[in-house]
């Protein structure tokens, strides 16, 4: 059964305490009924090689260890067992020279992101649909004191287990990731920075989803959002039909400067769109730990710009605001 002691007892002396109330009985239920695939994959945690990294580097590859740190076989082993956690979508890491190279270049996502972040020194981090929890350790990286990560992902939570089972004891401490969405969280007013990428589009209500978010964030603190956009004025809004590059839970795509209105309703202060960036090939693509299709299959192939449904190919926008 998966253990989440030692995240509820960092809680409990967090700012966050609070959030103890509802966490630990949704804790519960998902230990008690768990996704079909959750015994095999902490099977595969289980066996992971005890490896000691004396060298961890938190830069673009999020580096545990040297290649000398680790024997071939150790290095076999490791290989075997991460890739019975595929598809792995965001990274990339190397894992004492095993490198995973996911669909995802998430490191090109915190350069467009990373220069408008508050000084993170110091800071109480949420990152809200964290995936494999890349983020959460260039956000360590940063000078975060404690970063929490929330995603209903399951693989998400064992690939975010796996890599922090191989990081120094230190680290390991002050990274944290529960499986429950927004939408189970309180009002906790605790994070001096709540980020939120590629998520609200997804939310098929996304103002409640931004109040949400906002209900998290201390006075003063940062939102640091990114989402899916299409081009237009203060007034456009796009809902795809069934589908959008092919993905079936797509509902709001506002313009950025939309996006920045909805944030001013709802009290937001501050509001900076910083980084308006069309997704390219070389970001998104098919690799050897995510064997699936990915962004060339989704765009129309004699017109990158259009996605195969005929929609504006996926421009992404960055917006921060203050509480
Ligand atoms: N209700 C929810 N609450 C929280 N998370 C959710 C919810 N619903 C879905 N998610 C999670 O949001 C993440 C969206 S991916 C972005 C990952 C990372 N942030 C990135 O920016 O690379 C976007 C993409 O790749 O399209 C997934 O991990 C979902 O499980």
């Given at each position: 059964?998966?253990?989440?002691?030692?995240?509820?007892?960092?809680?409990?002396?967090?700012p966050?305490a609070?959030?103890?109330?509802?966490?630990?009985p949704?804790?519960?239920?998902?230990?008690?009924n768990?996704?079909?695939?959750?015994?095999?994959?902490?099977?595969?945690?289980?066996?992971?090689?005890?490896?000691?990294?004396?060298?961890?580097?938190?830069?673009?590859?999020?580096?545990?260890?040297h290649?000398?740190?680790?024997?071939?076989?150790?290095?076999?082993?490791?290989?075997?067992?991460?890739?019975?956690l595929?598809?792995?979508?965001?990274?990339?890491f190397?894992?004492?020279?095993?490198?995973i190279?996911?669909?995802?270049?998430s490191?090109?996502?915190?350069?467009?992101?990373?220069?408008?972040?508050?000084?993170?020194?110091?800071?109480?981090?949420?990152?809200?649909?964290?995936g494999?929890?890349?983020?959460?350790?260039?956000?360590?990286?940063?000078?975060a004191?404690?970063?929490?990560?929330?995603?209903?992902?399951?693989?998400?939570?064992?690939q975010?287990?796996?890599?922090?089972?191989?990081?120094?004891?230190?680290?390991?401490?002050?990274?944290h990731?529960f499986?429950?969405?927004?939408?189970?969280?309180?009002e906790?007013?605790s994070f001096?920075?709540?980020?939120?990428?590629?998520?609200?589009?997804?939310?098929r209500?996304?103002?409640?989803?931004?109040?949400?978010?906002k209900?998290?964030?201390?006075?003063?603190?940062?939102?640091v959002?990114?989402?899916?956009?299409?081009?237009?004025?203060?007034?456009?809004?796009?809902?795809?039909?069934e589908?959008?590059?092919?993905?079936?839970?797509?509902?709001?795509?506002?313009?950025?400067?939309?996006?920045?209105?909805?944030?001013?309703?709802?009290?937001?202060k501050?509001?900076?769109?910083v980084?308006?960036?069309?997704?390219?090939?070389?970001?998104?693509?098919?690799?050897?730990?995510?064997?699936?299709?990915s962004?060339?299959?989704?765009?129309?192939?004699?017109?990158?710009?259009?996605?195969i449904?005929?929609?504006?190919?996926?421009?992404?926008?960055?917006?921060?605001?203050?509480?």
């Amino acid at each position: 059964m998966i253990d989440f002691s030692k995240e509820l007892r960092a809680l409990l002396q967090s700012p966050h305490a609070q959030w103890l109330d509802t966490l630990a009985p949704q804790l519960t239920a998902f230990k008690n009924n768990p996704h079909g695939n959750l015994k095999r994959w902490q099977r595969v945690l289980q066996q992971l090689p005890e490896l000691n990294a004396e060298h961890t580097e938190l830069s673009d590859t999020i580096q545990v260890g040297h290649s000398d740190e680790a024997s071939d076989a150790d290095r076999a082993r490791l290989t075997g067992l991460l890739q019975q956690l595929q598809p792995w979508r965001k990274g990339p890491f190397n894992l004492f020279g095993v490198f995973i190279d996911t669909e995802w270049r998430s490191d090109w996502k915190w350069q467009r992101v990373a220069p408008h972040l508050d000084d993170l020194n110091g800071r109480q981090v949420l990152d809200v649909g964290c995936g494999s929890g890349y983020h959460l350790w260039r956000m360590l990286e940063a000078g975060a004191e404690t970063v929490w990560g929330v995603d209903p992902g399951e693989l998400f939570l064992m690939q975010f287990r796996a890599i922090r089972q191989l990081m120094p004891l230190t680290l390991q401490q002050r990274a944290h990731f529960f499986p429950v969405g927004i939408e189970q969280m309180p009002e906790l007013k605790s994070f001096d920075t709540v980020f939120s990428m590629g998520v609200l589009y997804h939310r098929r209500s996304p103002i409640d989803f931004l109040q949400q978010l906002k209900g998290l964030i201390r006075p003063g603190g940062q939102l640091v959002l990114e989402t899916i956009v299409v081009e237009g004025d203060e007034t456009t809004v796009m809902m795809p039909g069934e589908r959008y590059a092919q993905m079936r839970n797509v509902w709001f795509l506002p313009s950025a400067r939309a996006l920045s209105v909805w944030l001013e309703r709802l009290g937001f202060k501050d509001i900076a769109i910083v980084d308006h960036n069309t997704t390219s090939l070389d970001e998104q693509r098919r690799t050897q730990w995510m064997t699936g299709e990915s962004l060339a299959d989704f765009l129309d192939p004699n017109d990158t710009n259009m996605t195969i449904e005929g929609y504006q190919a996926p421009i992404r926008a960055v917006i921060t605001a203050r509480v």
